[in-house]
């Protein structure tokens, strides 16, 4: 038989391993969470953004509707 000093380094290293390796995959699952997040902000931003354009561009064609008929109307009296 080993002498009990080998058992309990190897449980000790293996320990140490496995605390590690669950580090590692609790900050691989964190940093997956705040990337999917920011994925989903970036998505959210970009329909707001152009839906932002499309009115800016509505509020542009009735602006440029309302300057032609001003000058017509103008021409016109």
Same mark, same amino acid.
């Given at each position: 038989?080993?002498?009990?000093?080998?058992?309990?380094?190897?449980?000790?290293?293996?320990?140490?391993?496995?605390?590690? #390796?669950? +580090?590692?995959?609790?900050? @691989? $699952?964190? *940093? =997956?969470? #705040?990337? +999917?997040?920011?994925?989903? @902000? $970036?998505? *959210? =931003?970009?329909?707001?953004?152009?839906?932002?354009?499309?009115?800016?561009?509505?509020?542009?064609?009735?602006?440029?509707?309302?300057?032609?008929?001003?000058?017509?109307?103008?021409?016109?009296?």
């Amino acid at each position: 038989m080993e002498p009990a000093d080998g058992r309990v380094i190897l449980f000790l290293i293996i320990a140490i391993a496995l605390f590690i #390796a669950g +580090r590692r995959y609790q900050t @691989l $699952v964190a *940093t =997956r969470q #705040a990337w +999917r997040d920011a994925m989903r @902000l $970036v998505t *959210t =931003r970009k329909q707001v953004a152009a839906s932002a354009t499309k009115s800016m561009l509505w509020i542009a064609v009735i602006t440029g509707f309302v300057l032609w008929l001003v000058t017509n109307l103008n021409r016109m009296m």
